[in-house]
């Protein structure tokens, strides 16, 4: 992968911070003058994936556009427990219209900057994202992300992926992965949970309108999070990061798991962590400690009905050949490879 | 702007909802005691000394080292460095080369000559150290940092003590050696060297001593009868090694057999290879059981020393010496064979340890002795009120990094009792375990390996046979601990709360809780790579 | 400068006289030769300071129009009939937020079955979105009116639809008036917005309001409605002074003065309302016409005033709510309360059928007699209806209502050609 991690023995660049590097190879969230654009008061779960990764991202992008940011939202989770009247966590300009129309406002948004650009009305190169969880990017956003991404607009769209829609109560969305119980698909009759055969990753289908920058990363690895939104605030145009953001809610996990089961979400393959330029792969972070797929699923409730008093041996192993598929389609093993 | 109200807010705002209230647990930070100080005879703080070294700060980590222990070359070349078979890196690679970087310090300390600071303000007590060996001279830094003036007295010509007479200098160069007694001197210590002290009472009395240290070692090596008079002459190890250190002529011959298996045994053998001659070391157990380290006895084997085990030495004859085979049983107890052969040898070294000179104590009340060495309290005070003791005459392992902790904890003990009150050590944190690491975080590296001197150098020369590591392998090497138990400031809390509810305070002063907005999630303590925050319970 | 054109180009250089900044639309018909026109425009250089997005439906078209109008640009649309119902989440979001966004609705009636021609079906689903609506009589006005609604809808910060009717104005040749680009630049002030997405002064715009302040927000919605009754007149009057024409206003009255009947419409029916009216004028009957302009708000004060003189009022209107009758009527009859006048409601010319003033005037003649039903289905086929009204109590599955119709009326050409 392109993203070079600085060569340090102690804790290397997995921390958060570093100590010993030079200031210009440290991490935004290392910085005590980050923007926290999510601001503290915020009502998420304790634990949230979301909130981490929102402020992980949007702070990046503060920092790479030097506070010459918009955001627009997409309704759910992240902006029910960041703006109930009256007080909002958001450090940011920030707007929240719809549940399935947070591309379509970014674009407008960076429509009117282009004028007002254009006019000489604003010097400033204001940057544009829009961001919302799995539901109002995968489902009902899709559209409208389809239409920014077609048309190349100048908007990076960010993609909080926790695997349902969380916060009506934990509902199957088109992002829930194989085998997992939500509340709509119930760990009960011939295929327990989720079905196998369903869903979009939604990636790849950013890539299919071979747009100029498309990256996944997780919580886990703050770094290349970092790394890849500063990244795509380099290029003009349609850009997507779809972060895996654990839900302890929805998942079933306690709240101090969240960035070990993104881990382990990366490192048994279940998850690819990758990037991708016009349509094409360009690198993806290499799995550092192979593990199987049980190590991710066995500490969250919503895989318990695969580790009963008769394990789903066969689900397990479906599962595992969809890691083992990932591990394959994205070199996940060969550091040779990109 | 004239704001819409309700549906557009001002930013940041959510600040004034405090959502610390939520909370069941609350994470707190604390210090855990890493394995490697926890195991430390001297009580360094080697997580902390190599928290600034991993930084490059080398003096910095040089200072914080000698709070402890003055003697970071020395250390770094003869400590047996047991802090290293408790590191924890060595679950995960390999233990940090925790003694390497020691002596990285020690010597660059030499290079650039740093020196110690001398004390703010005097406290006008005068202190007797008898014994310039590590345990008194690390008791006359001690007392001197405190304030205090310090006389020691030392029976031999030259300070250091066994350091000087009972190391041979291929493990401790003696420009390293004194090089880290001048700068105890250079603080203020006055040494009176060649005197030995008839009655400890009498010379504190005369020099009106507020209290005394006696650690004068055990030189005196332990014999057996095993000569009529009859064939190879029959010395003792440490005789034997201070003789060659003062440049003595000893009529050894070439072949040399020596008696006993510790590390005095190896030392003697190495010596006289280095000599030209062909040691043979005679122990009565299997080699697996020899006291004497591992890599001690692995280096003379490579330079040509020859150990012949499960054997005794029952007699000296005309030839050299009569061995009586041993056998061990399944249970290790031996067992004579009524085996014997002789072998030719020009003399015989006895390596079976030393004993203690206590002519200083003669006629010193409440003194209680037990099987040969002083007994003291746990705060290194004798039966004599005001006479402390401490090194190898004291009940003790005898080696070097014991004698210096010795001497530390006793100066503050005497630094007490000079007050009139009782010195009360800090509680010890926790021990940092293995388990509470979040190992994830730290890069794989191996443990940089010292360089060693080319084994035919070795037979022949008195030439340090362990090199030190250079700045970068150093560097390097400093930058594998893992910080166990102790914040590093790697900003993992700082970053990974979801709430924003850590405050980063800035470099050296670590972080805070910010409890208004802490939900309790525990994301904090789970990703804190070295295990130093813990989660309590609320009172609710 | 007046000028032979299509309505729908003649609103497109209206627009284009507007500086507007961003426009973003979805084709559907009969709203496509305005947006053709606009983006044509932008493409070849005529209007240099603005962003046209062809998005890819009318829920997208309305959330950019959210988007860019949210960030300080002057934004505009338009659509029709499915189009806005596709929009409506949007529709209520933009006025919820208070967002002065422009909308064409080119008026065509709402499906099934699918109907692509005019009626009021559309705009009138609207009627509760928030969204001030008024009505253009003629392509004059409607140009017009556009000009007005920038203004307004800025002034306000609320969301203004101006409703044309389809083809009958969209896509009629008439004369009109396009004003110069000094006169527009006179009457319409740059846009100031609000509030404003500026990374320099941020807000965070869209929260969510629980029921502490829920009522208070919708209240406050109410209120900028109430106000725009009295901004609407003054700025019909300021355009006047600047452009030396009646154009918008709240109602706008013919023949009033004596009418014993006054007839009650909205949009280009006014005109062959009017016709009628003077052939009736010219038989000795007192009645007149209140056009309705501003649909939402609604002119209650306007109204009453108008026809406080008259015996009976008949409503002719475009789309109606099935199950009860006149939505228009509705409004009127709140505006009426207490005066003791006849009401009649008239329902015309769904999904285009013809309004003719042979059969307005037979509606108007027996109103006047006080002989009219309390609602009326214009030149309502009941053969047709009974005929199918008849094949379905006869069958359950009768089969499809519009088609069972089509095959009817084909028959009933054949039989009577």
Not at chain 2, 254 to 283: F, K, Q, S
Not at chain 3, 210 to 228: D, I, N
Request: net charge negative; glycine share 10%.
């Amino acid at each position: 992968m392109s993203f070079q991690p600085v060569k340090f023995y102690q804790t290397g660049t997995f921390t958060v911070g570093n100590r010993l590097l030079e200031p210009d190879q440290r991490s935004v969230q290392a910085n005590m003058e980050r923007t926290n654009s999510l601001n503290s008061g915020h009502r998420a779960c304790q634990g949230c994936g979301e909130a981490l990764g929102a402020r992980y991202a949007i702070d990046a992008a503060m920092h790479a556009t030097n506070n010459q940011l918009i955001a627009a939202n997409a309704t759910g989770c992240l902006e029910v427990f960041s703006t109930p009247y009256p007080e909002t966590s958001w450090q940011v300009p920030w707007i929240h219209s719809l549940f399935g129309n947070a591309a379509a406002v970014a674009t407008g948004i960076a429509a009117a900057i282009k004028v007002k650009r254009l006019k000489g009305e604003t010097k400033e190169d204001v940057r544009v994202v829009a961001q919302g969880g799995d539901g109002g990017t995968t489902d009902i956003g899709f559209g409208c992300l389809s239409g920014m991404f077609e048309r190349n607009d100048d908007v990076l769209y960010i993609c909080y992926d926790n695997g349902g829609y969380m916060n009506t109560g934990v509902q199957r969305s088109s992002a829930t992965p194989p085998a997992a119980r939500t509340a709509t698909t119930m760990p009960v009759g011939a295929e327990p949970g989720n079905p196998f055969g369903q869903g979009k990753f939604v990636p790849s289908i950013a890539m299919a309108h071979e747009i100029p920058y498309v990256a996944t990363a997780t919580v886990a690895d703050l770094r290349d999070l970092e790394h890849k939104v500063k990244k795509a605030m380099t290029f003009r145009g349609a850009r997507y990061i779809h972060i895996l953001v654990p839900c302890p809610l929805g998942w079933g996990s306690p709240s101090g798991d969240t960035i070990k089961l993104s881990r382990l979400a990366k490192e048994t393959g279940l998850f690819p962590v990758f990037e991708a330029q016009y349509g094409e792969i360009t690198g993806s972070a290499k799995i550092r400690e192979p593990l199987p797929v049980e190590e991710y699923l066995r500490p969250q409730k919503r895989y318990a009905h695969l580790f009963g008093k008769k394990p789903a041996y066969e689900t397990i192993v479906r599962l595992q050949a969809l890691a083992d598929r990932n591990i394959r389609r994205y070199s996940l093993l060969d550091k040779e490879a990109n | 702007m004239n704001k819409p109200f309700a549906i557009t807010l001002d930013p940041g705002s959510s600040l004034a909802n405090h959502t610390g209230s939520w909370r069941t647990e609350r994470p707190v930070y604390v210090d855990r005691l890493p394995p490697c100080n926890n195991q430390c005879p001297a009580g360094e703080d080697i997580q902390g000394w190599l928290f600034h070294a991993e930084s490059g700060n080398y003096e910095a980590a040089w200072r914080h080292l000698t709070t402890h222990n003055p003697f970071p070359a020395i250390m770094g070349r003869v400590c047996y460095h047991t802090c290293e078979g408790a590191c924890n890196r060595g679950k995960l690679d390999a233990a940090v080369g925790i003694n390497s970087v020691e002596r990285f310090l020690g010597d660059e300390a030499i290079k650039q000559k740093w020196q110690f600071d001398r004390p703010a303000a005097e406290s006008g007590k005068h202190v007797l150290v008898i014994g310039a060996g590590p345990s008194g001279m690390s008791a006359a830094y001690h007392l001197r940092r405190l304030g205090h003036q310090v006389t020691v007295v030392e029976a031999g010509p030259l300070v250091g003590g066994m350091m000087r007479y009972g190391i041979p200098k291929y493990r401790l160069p003696r420009e390293v050696l004194d090089a880290e007694m001048q700068r105890i001197v250079n603080m203020g210590v006055r040494v009176v060297l060649d005197t030995k002290i008839e009655n400890v009472l009498d010379t504190m009395k005369e020099g009106s001593y507020d209290a005394a240290f006696l650690a004068v070692g055990a030189h005196i090596g332990k014999r057996t009868a095993i000569s009529d008079g009859e064939g190879p002459r029959v010395f003792d190890a440490i005789s034997v090694l201070r003789g060659l250190e003062n440049g003595e002529k000893i009529p050894l011959g070439r072949r040399i057999a020596v008696y006993g298996g510790g590390n005095t045994a190896i030392d003697v053998a190495r010596t006289v290879r280095r000599l030209g001659a062909e040691p043979i070391i005679i122990y009565r157990r299997t080699q697996d059981k020899m006291p004497a380290h591992a890599f001690e006895i692995e280096e003379a084997l490579q330079e040509g020393v020859t150990i012949k085990c499960l054997s005794t030495i029952k007699q000296t004859d005309p030839k050299g010496i009569v061995i009586e085979k041993v056998q061990a049983d399944s249970r290790g107890s031996l067992h004579p064979t009524g085996e014997y052969e002789t072998l030719e040898v020009d003399s015989v070294v006895l390596a079976l340890g030393q004993n203690v000179d206590l002519g200083a104590l003669k006629g010193v009340p409440d003194i209680e002795l037990n099987d040969g060495v002083v007994k003291v309290d746990a705060n290194m005070m004798t039966g004599h009120a005001g006479l402390f003791a401490g090194g190898d005459m004291v009940p003790t392992d005898r080696n070097v990094t014991v004698a210096v902790g010795h001497g530390k904890k006793a100066a503050r003990n005497i630094d007490a009792w000079l007050r009139g009150t009782t010195y009360a050590a800090p509680e010890k944190h926790q021990i940092a375990t293995f388990e509470r690491l979040n190992t994830w975080y730290y890069s794989d590296a191996p443990k940089t390996v010292r360089p060693m001197l080319d084994v035919i150098r070795r037979q022949s020369t008195f030439d340090e046979v362990q090199g030190g590591l250079d700045e970068t392998n150093a560097l390097f090497e400093a930058r594998r601990c893992l910080s166990c138990g102790n914040c590093f400031e790697c900003d993992n809390c700082y970053g990974v709360c979801p709430d924003n509810a850590v405050i980063k305070l800035g470099p050296g002063k670590r972080f805070q809780f910010n409890y208004d907005y802490c939900k309790g999630c525990g994301l904090c303590v789970a990703e804190c790579p070295c295990g130093a925050i813990n989660m309590v319970p609320e009172n609710i | 400068m007046l000028k032979q054109m299509e309505g729908s180009q003649a609103v497109a250089e209206a627009i284009a006289l507007c500086r507007p900044e961003v426009i973003c639309a979805y084709p559907i018909s009969p709203q496509t030769h305005i947006v053709e026109g606009l983006g044509e425009m932008v493409k070849g250089g005529e209007l240099p300071e603005c962003e046209f997005i062809n998005v890819e439906s009318e829920f997208a078209a309305m959330s950019v129009a959210i988007g860019s109008s949210a960030a300080g640009a002057r934004t505009y649309t338009a659509t029709a009939a499915q189009g806005l119902l596709f929009m409506v989440e949007a529709v209520y979001n933009a006025s919820g937020l208070g967002l002065p966004i422009v909308m064409t609705v080119a008026n065509r009636a709402i499906g099934a079955p699918i109907n692509i021609w005019n009626d009021h079906s559309d705009s009138i689903s609207q009627r509760d979105s928030g969204w001030i609506q008024l009505f253009a009589e003629t392509n004059q006005e409607a140009v017009d009116l556009h000009i007005q609604a920038f203004k307004l809808a800025e002034e306000l910060s609320l969301p203004v639809m101006v409703c044309m009717d389809g083809f009958i104005l969209t896509h009629a040749y008439e004369r009109v008036d396009i004003p110069s680009k000094e006169q527009v630049d006179a009457f319409l002030p740059k846009y100031e917005p609000r509030q404003v997405l500026d990374p320099n002064d941020p807000v965070s715009i869209g929260a969510m309001v629980g029921p502490e302040a829920f009522t208070e927000v919708r209240y406050l919605e109410h209120q900028k409605q109430m106000q725009a009754l009295e901004l609407i007149p003054e700025i019909a009057a300021e355009f006047k002074a600047g452009f030396q024409r009646d154009s918008g206003g709240l109602v706008r009255g013919y023949c009033l003065e004596d009418a014993d009947t006054v007839v009650v419409a909205m949009g280009s029916v006014l005109g062959t309302i009017k016709d009628t009216i003077d052939e009736m004028r010219d038989a000795g009957v007192k009645i007149g016409v209140l056009g309705v302009i501003s649909f939402r708000p609604f002119p209650l004060e306007a109204v009453r005033a108008a026809l406080k003189n008259a015996k009976r009022v008949v409503v002719v209107e475009k789309t109606f709510a099935v199950g009860i009758g006149g939505i228009l009527a509705t409004d009127i009859r709140t505006a009426m309360d207490g005066i003791a006048i006849r009401d009649y409601t008239v329902v015309a010319g769904l999904g285009g059928r013809p309004i003719t003033r042979k059969s307005l005037r037979e509606v108007f003649n027996k109103a006047t007699f006080d002989e009219l039903p309390a609602l009326t289905f214009l030149d309502l086929d009941w053969a047709i209806v009974n005929k199918q009204l008849a094949r379905e109590r006869a069958k359950r599955r009768s089969g499809p209502t519009a088609e069972n119709i089509l095959r009817d009326v084909g028959d009933h050409v054949a039989q009577h050609s």
